[in-house]
């Protein structure tokens, strides 16, 4: 299964489905479809979530902070990771955090999907529609 994307052009928001197996060439050709489809937006939201992933048996440090430096400088944009605590793919996000930090106004991991929502959501109005909306 691939990455899915989910872009609102309007709204400047992209909400990402991570399949449960990813691996170093997935997540890249995912980071280099996103600097394609995203190019010249600085000021995008997006929400990852990871909650699904559960092979990461592909998936190196090397491999996710490559991609974290290659991801496309987008200085105003937020990124939110939704991901389980205490997990592998936790640590890797934190890994991509690390390396992508400087390429974005802020880079957040959560656990809870409410509060990820709450935090990349542009007012009440468009938290009550992803919360109504987004299947976590």
Request: glycine residues 2%; contains cysteine.
């Amino acid at each position: 299964m691939e990455i899915i994307r989910q872009y609102d052009q309007d709204k400047k928001l992209m909400v990402v489905h991570f399949p449960a197996v990813v691996t170093d060439a997935s997540l890249l050709q995912f980071i280099r479809a996103l600097n394609t489809q995203v190019e010249g937006i600085d000021d995008l939201r997006q929400l990852s979530i990871c909650t699904g992933i559960k092979d990461v048996s592909q998936l190196t440090f090397d491999g996710v902070a490559q991609c974290a430096s290659d991801e496309n400088s987008r200085h105003e944009s937020k990124l939110a990771i939704l991901v389980a605590n205490e997990s592998i793919v936790h640590v890797f996000s934190l890994t991509y955090k690390y390396f992508a930090n400087w390429k974005r106004k802020e880079i957040r991991l959560f656990s809870r999907a409410r509060d990820a929502l709450k935090w990349i959501a542009s007012d009440e109005n468009e938290f009550a529609i992803l919360n109504n909306k987004l299947v976590i």
